[in-house]
């Protein structure tokens, strides 16, 4: 549409927007100032915008006991972090293959989340972040592995099966999680998998599966199908076409999937909470701090839930765009 | 690709949902027939559909089911009206501006429900920000009630889905013929004429998409209400999904939870059915 040029026009757009804006961030504001106050200044009846920031409750939630070099020890993990990150940001760069830059990467994540509880007395808070980060990883490289291979041949087979398969996969989407999560529970007591970390990736894929393979396919449709018929007049069978040809050029498509995948296996709360006792994931654990007489619940609740967001805030900011790709393209949603 | 190719592809994933999708569903019909507790769970006794009647005839749980309806029906259409009137201004602003708006309305989308429930509900305990502007402005102290909760959850539950439809309109209006658009102003049309006859029209698959969606959502919505009510029944707040949750863990009656499991299938089925038969016949007719 073309645009207003009045200036009242103008300002109410803003006025508008911003009203808008506040309203979606305020509570972000908010909750990150209450997570860096003290309790009394968080308790305080006339909310203080003015204060003096404080760790503690950062502390108090990642943390048993402060270490005696501990500004030393987070300054030392902050440079870590810095540099793993700038590292992915600027790997297009350096003079070695991108995957061998991610690889190394990737490898030194891991050793410096192993490292950290062995470095620092950590609390149990670490530990569910640990868990998440299990829970995710897995449900995603699961879940896509099996949706590709799904996705690519409901794009290509024709017959009545494949449509049967996508109609049969969009009606569970829609149906409530308690449905399947009750009789997991059941299955899980029955082969005492309950509380572990397979049960809860197996049934997080199955859950999330129809979504994956609906979005998937829409990506493969995207993909001429000659691409594929002329590496198969070339020599290569069905799969090696597959996993040679089709796959390097869908890597956008995958990475807007593996995306939405993460955040419904990160945001999960119904299934974690029904399905681990002890082993719980972020979400589960955050929703331990609401309610309650413990005045710390206040402030704790705030860093736990600023804790919560930074990653998933960082992993966005690296895939914007897949995000609105997927969002507009794909139209589907968790 | 032929039919045995296509079956060796989708394999894994038509194995791994039948396994746990379709088996689960029957096995919680089969469930919802039993006598079971978390003490009897390797020994339930067979009960027949004596669970499915007792949760109809639960008083309890049709009064969740009408909060439910209620959270649908003042939730949902919000998110149309708001979504697309925001999109429309969006559609207003350009370049880096746009970015900066965009990326912060698709804030409350990202964040993790509870966590945004969380962050919600810190505005209104007795030291938060709107508590504090409430009893200035209206000079009365506010407090968590019946009231006060219920209109909580609706207010974030807008505050939750909407992204989702901003983002869906605004894709939507980006597609938009411009040369419709300058023959109708050729032709003298208004603004609002022009919203009312060319970019409506041109939305309402989208709008449907997003009716389709939030309707379901809407039926299942969980999250947000057990942080905000924190399952306190004084709130009469309770959902179809809060209640089966707590039928299931805080009364442990995990039989008559199955059974209303069962029942909020049958439920949204009468929405889903017609829809699947469409799609259905979409998908045949591409082929």
Not at chain 1, 179 to 199: E, K, M, Q, R, V
Request: proline share 4%; aromatic share 14%; glycine share 4%.
């Amino acid at each position: 549409m073309e645009k207003i040029k009045s200036p009242v026009g103008r300002v109410f757009i803003h006025v508008v927007l911003i009203s808008f804006a506040i309203y979606s961030l305020m509570p972000f504001f908010w909750t990150t100032l209450q997570s860096f106050k003290n309790l009394k200044d968080a308790n305080s009846r006339t909310p203080k915008i003015f204060f003096t920031p404080t760790w503690e409750n950062y502390q108090e939630l990642w943390l048993r006991s402060m270490p005696e070099n501990g500004a030393a020890i987070a300054y030392f993990l902050l440079l870590a972090v810095v540099i793993l990150i700038c590292l992915l940001l600027f790997a297009e760069y350096i003079p070695i293959r991108n995957g061998v830059v991610y690889a190394v990467v990737a490898v030194a994540f891991v050793v410096l989340l192993w490292g950290i509880p062995r470095l620092v007395d950590t609390s149990k808070f670490y530990d569910y972040f640990i868990n998440t980060i299990i829970v995710t990883v897995g449900t995603v490289v699961v879940s896509i592995s099996i949706g590709c291979l799904a996705g690519y041949s409901l794009a290509r087979y024709a017959g009545l099966a494949a449509v049967f398969i996508l109609i049969a996969a969009l009606g569970f989407r829609a149906l409530p999680r308690l449905a399947f999560i009750l009789p997991y529970y059941w299955i899980g007591s029955a082969t005492n998998l309950l509380d572990t970390h397979l049960l809860v990736i197996l049934t997080l894929v199955a859950v999330n599966q129809p979504f994956t393979i609906w979005m998937l396919r829409s990506f493969f449709m995207e993909i001429p199908k000659e691409l594929e018929q002329a590496a198969m007049v070339d020599g290569c069978n069905r799969l090696t076409a597959f996993t040679r040809v089709i796959m390097p050029i869908m890597w956008p498509g995958i990475i807007s999937t593996a995306l939405f995948t993460l955040l419904l296996a990160y945001n999960e709360f119904l299934l974690v909470r029904l399905l681990a006792q002890t082993n719980w994931t972020l979400p589960v654990a955050i929703s331990r701090f609401t309610g309650g007489e413990d005045p710390r619940h206040l402030t704790l609740a705030a860093a736990s839930a600023v804790s919560a967001t930074i990653p998933i805030i960082v992993v966005i900011l690296f895939f914007q765009k897949n995000l609105v790709k997927g969002l507009a393209a794909g139209a589907v949603k968790g | 690709m032929n039919r045995s190719t296509f079956f060796r592809f989708a394999a894994p994933s038509i194995i791994m949902m039948t396994l746990l999708m379709v088996i689960p569903l029957l096995m919680a019909i089969w469930l919802g027939m039993q006598f079971m507790t978390y003490t009897n769970i390797n020994e339930p006794q067979f009960v027949g559909f004596q669970n499915y009647i007792d949760v109809l005839q639960d008083s309890r749980f049709w009064q969740s089911f009408g909060f439910t309806a209620l959270y649908m029906v003042v939730v949902v259409p919000a998110q149309l009206i708001i979504g697309f009137t925001i999109a429309l201004l969006l559609d207003q602003v350009s370049g880096f501006t746009r970015g900066i708006y965009l990326a912060i309305f698709l804030l409350p989308f990202i964040i993790v429900p509870i966590v945004g429930t969380l962050m919600f509900k810190q505005l209104f305990e007795p030291s938060g920000l709107i508590t504090y502007l409430y009893q200035t402005i209206l000079n009365t102290k506010f407090r968590f009630n019946e009231v006060s909760v219920k209109v909580l959850i609706l207010i974030n539950g807008i505050w939750y889905v909407t992204p989702f439809a901003i983002v869906t309109y605004f894709a939507g209006i980006q597609t938009l013929s411009q040369d419709l658009l300058e023959a109708s102003s050729i032709d003298g049309a208004n603004r609002w004429y022009k919203i009312r006859h060319i970019v409506l029209p041109h939305v309402q698959s989208l709008t449907i998409f997003i009716l389709l969606i939030s309707i379901m959502d809407a039926y299942r919505i969980f999250d947000n209400v057990f942080v905000l009510s924190e399952l306190n029944p004084i709130y009469k707040a309770d959902t179809i999904m809060t209640y089966n949750f707590q039928t299931a863990v805080t009364v442990q009656r995990l039989g008559k939870a199955n059974a209303m499991a069962v029942l909020t299938v049958i439920g949204i089925m009468v929405v889903l059915i017609p829809n699947l038969i469409q799609s259905y016949k979409e998908q045949v007719e591409e082929r």
